[in-house]
């Protein structure tokens, strides 16, 4: 299978393994990781994609936050 990717944003291809990838991962990462969830070729891509889509990314880091808290609750 091949490592090559095409952005999200632009539609670039790009290769997470061998070049910077965003989301950006950690030191150690690994290949398959980046694999599975690089999205975009640069951070301005990311940027520009987020902003398109701020609606929808507002709604998702609010129900994930609504998620975490609830997690949080039942644990205490
Ligand atoms: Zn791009």
């Not at 891509?45 to 609830?70: G, H």
Request: with cysteine.
């Amino acid at each position: 299978m091949s490592t090559a990717r095409y952005c999200s944003n632009c539609g670039q291809k790009y290769y997470p393994k061998s070049y910077y990838s965003y989301p950006a991962f950690y030191y150690q990462t690994s290949d398959e990781e980046k694999l599975a969830y690089a999205r975009f070729h640069s951070q301005g891509c990311m940027n520009d994609w987020l902003n398109k889509n701020r609606r929808a990314f507002a709604r998702l880091v609010d129900e994930i936050e609504y998620i975490n808290n609830n997690n949080n609750r039942e644990r205490a």
